[in-house]
Protein backbone atom coordinates (compact mmCIF):
# COMPACT_ATOMS: atom_id res chain seq x y z
CA UNK A 1 0.00 0.00 0.00
CA UNK A 2 1.70 3.24 -1.19
CA UNK A 3 1.60 5.85 1.44
CA UNK A 4 3.12 9.63 1.16
CA UNK A 5 3.50 11.38 4.28
CA UNK A 6 3.38 14.97 4.66
CA UNK A 7 4.73 17.54 7.49
CA UNK A 8 5.98 20.29 8.10
CA UNK A 9 3.30 22.94 7.73
CA UNK A 10 2.04 25.71 9.91
CA UNK A 11 1.11 29.12 10.82
CA UNK A 12 4.12 31.56 9.61
CA UNK A 13 4.61 35.12 9.48
CA UNK A 14 5.52 36.89 6.02
CA UNK A 15 8.82 36.68 4.80
CA UNK A 16 9.79 33.46 7.40
CA UNK A 17 10.23 30.09 5.89
CA UNK A 18 9.03 27.00 6.36
CA UNK A 19 10.26 23.42 5.50
CA UNK A 20 7.56 20.55 3.69
CA UNK A 21 8.55 16.78 3.89
CA UNK A 22 7.09 14.17 2.28
CA UNK A 23 7.94 10.68 3.45
CA UNK A 24 6.53 8.20 0.61
CA UNK A 25 6.58 4.39 1.55
CA UNK A 26 5.18 0.69 -0.16
CA UNK A 27 6.49 0.30 -3.59
CA UNK A 28 9.94 1.45 -5.27
CA UNK A 29 9.87 4.82 -6.55
CA UNK A 30 12.87 4.51 -8.55
CA UNK A 31 12.52 6.33 -11.86
CA UNK A 32 9.44 8.76 -10.40
CA UNK A 33 9.02 12.19 -10.58
CA UNK A 34 8.01 13.65 -7.18
CA UNK A 35 6.20 16.84 -6.81
CA UNK A 36 4.34 19.47 -4.64
CA UNK A 37 0.32 20.77 -5.06
CA UNK A 38 -1.45 23.20 -3.69
CA UNK A 39 -4.65 24.41 -3.34
CA UNK A 40 -5.62 27.38 -1.80
CA UNK A 41 -9.56 28.02 -0.74
CA UNK A 42 -11.83 28.56 -4.13
CA UNK A 43 -8.86 27.77 -6.54
CA UNK A 44 -7.71 25.09 -8.33
CA UNK A 45 -5.13 22.59 -7.62
CA UNK A 46 -1.68 23.88 -8.87
CA UNK A 47 1.69 22.64 -9.55
CA UNK A 48 4.28 24.41 -7.35
CA UNK A 49 7.36 22.06 -8.24
CA UNK A 50 8.48 18.85 -9.33
CA UNK A 51 12.00 17.18 -9.38
CA UNK A 52 12.90 13.75 -11.39
CA UNK A 53 14.62 10.86 -9.98
CA UNK A 54 18.20 11.87 -10.71
CA UNK A 55 17.92 15.33 -9.65
CA UNK A 56 18.88 16.72 -12.77
CA UNK A 57 15.69 18.58 -13.81
CA UNK A 58 13.28 20.67 -11.83
CA UNK A 59 10.37 22.52 -12.46
CA UNK A 60 8.80 25.47 -10.64
CA UNK A 61 5.16 27.75 -10.80
CA UNK A 62 6.18 31.48 -11.32
CA UNK A 63 4.38 32.67 -8.75
CA UNK A 64 7.15 30.44 -6.42
CA UNK A 65 10.55 31.08 -8.35
CA UNK A 66 13.33 32.38 -6.80
CA UNK A 67 11.76 31.39 -3.12
CA UNK A 68 11.26 27.96 -3.03
CA UNK A 69 13.83 24.71 -3.67
CA UNK A 70 12.33 20.97 -4.30
CA UNK A 71 14.77 18.46 -3.44
CA UNK A 72 14.48 14.89 -2.93
CA UNK A 73 16.48 11.62 -0.97
CA UNK A 74 16.43 8.66 -3.01
CA UNK A 75 17.65 6.05 -0.36
CA UNK A 76 15.18 7.89 2.45
CA UNK A 77 12.25 7.76 -0.21
CA UNK A 78 11.70 11.48 0.46
CA UNK A 79 11.12 14.77 -1.07
CA UNK A 80 11.42 18.27 0.45
CA UNK A 81 9.82 21.66 -0.29
CA UNK A 82 12.05 24.51 1.34
CA UNK A 83 10.18 27.43 1.12
CA UNK A 84 11.37 31.05 1.86
CA UNK A 85 10.14 34.85 1.79
CA UNK A 86 6.60 33.56 2.30
CA UNK A 87 3.74 35.80 1.16
CA UNK A 88 0.08 35.66 2.35
CA UNK A 89 -0.44 34.47 -1.19
CA UNK A 90 0.90 31.43 -0.52
CA UNK A 91 -1.40 29.69 2.11
CA UNK A 92 -2.90 26.94 0.62
CA UNK A 93 -2.97 23.06 1.76
CA UNK A 94 -0.18 21.49 0.16
CA UNK A 95 0.27 17.99 -1.49
CA UNK A 96 3.28 15.65 -2.44
CA UNK A 97 2.92 13.46 -4.92
CA UNK A 98 4.37 10.97 -7.22
CA UNK A 99 3.71 9.30 -10.50
CA UNK A 100 3.14 11.81 -13.02
CA UNK A 101 5.06 13.82 -15.33
CA UNK A 102 7.06 17.35 -15.28
CA UNK A 103 3.81 19.14 -16.30
CA UNK A 104 1.82 18.20 -13.59
CA UNK A 105 -0.47 15.11 -15.07
CA UNK A 106 -1.47 11.71 -14.39
CA UNK A 107 -0.44 11.37 -10.68
CA UNK A 108 -1.01 8.25 -9.23
CA UNK A 109 -0.15 8.47 -5.70
CA UNK A 110 -0.87 11.49 -2.99
CA UNK A 111 -0.31 12.60 0.02
CA UNK A 112 -2.83 13.90 2.45
CA UNK A 113 -2.04 17.34 2.61
CA UNK A 114 -0.74 20.14 4.99
CA UNK A 115 -1.57 23.38 5.74
CA UNK A 116 0.70 26.15 5.10
CA UNK A 117 -0.88 30.04 6.24
CA UNK A 118 1.45 33.09 5.66
CA UNK A 119 0.14 35.79 8.09
CA UNK A 120 0.52 39.22 6.91
Known amino acids: QVQLVESGGGLVQAGGSLRLSCAAS????????MAWFRQAPGKERELVAA????????FYADSVKGRFTISRDNPKNTVYLQMTSLKPEDTAVYYCATGGDMRGSGYLYWGQGTQVTVSS
Open 26 to 33: GRSFSGYI
Open 51 to 58: ITWTTTST
